[in-house]
């Protein structure tokens, strides 16, 4: 395992520099760039250390069964119906709340509507794979066809709606995860 480009990624992933990393760890930047470039390596105690910063632990870090997952099939789709709302929800990828954004599709039988969901931080996408909805967003209300996108800041209360005799699908990606 190459500790230094790992403890690299995680700081990336974290926004961190070399520097704030440092700072937080009670380290110089001297010796963060030293071990990410695999000059040094830490003690124990000073990898404990960097690895709290990083929102991990050693247990995680050293954890290689766990691979990276780019393909995504139809066996690890979650689906959930909701039908007191008309609709349901499908995660396409599995454990997304853990990631930067979270894709689902979204079946709104005529009438249906989604989970309202109240302010927060974050956006929100949306492809009309097919039918037309309504995107309910504070007071206000936008009308989108089949072929069409919506985008917007999460800072409104917000839910979708089907008010046509058609059903609609939608590709949905919040991110920060919020569904």
């Known amino acids: 395992m190459d500790i230094g480009s790992k403890l690299k990624s995680l700081r990336n992933l974290n926004g961190l520099t070399q520097e704030e990393l440092a700072t937080r760890a009670d ?3 001297g010796f ?3 071990i990410e470039r695999d000059l040094t390596s830490p003690s124990i105690a000073t990898l404990v250390d960097i690895l709290e910063v ?3 632990n050693i247990q995680e870090f050293f954890n290689e069964s766990e ?3 780019f393909v995504y099939t139809k066996d690890d789709i979650v689906t ?3 039908e007191k709302l008309g609709h349901t929800i499908e995660w396409l990828i599995s454990n997304a709340q853990k990631n930067s954004m979270e894709p689902i599709k979204i079946t709104l039988e005529p ?3 989604s989970n309202s969901e ?3 931080e974050g956006e929100e996408f949306g492809y009309l794979l097919s039918g037309s909805i309504y995107v309910c967003l504070g007071k206000s209300k936008y009308r989108v066809n089949e072929g069409e996108s919506f985008y917007f800041k999460s800072d409104k209360e917000h ?3 089907n008010s046509f005799k058609k059903e609609a699908v939608i590709l949905w990606v919040s991110s920060p995860p919020t569904f």
């Open 118 to 120: 109240k302010p927060h």
């Open 54 to 56: 990083l929102g991990t």
């Open 27 to 29: 380290l110089t930047k």
């Open 67 to 69: 691979k990276t997952k």
């Open 111 to 113: 009438g249906g509507t």
């Open 159 to 161: 839910y979708l709606k």
């Open 80 to 82: 959930s119906e909701n």
């Open 32 to 34: 963060i760039s030293q």
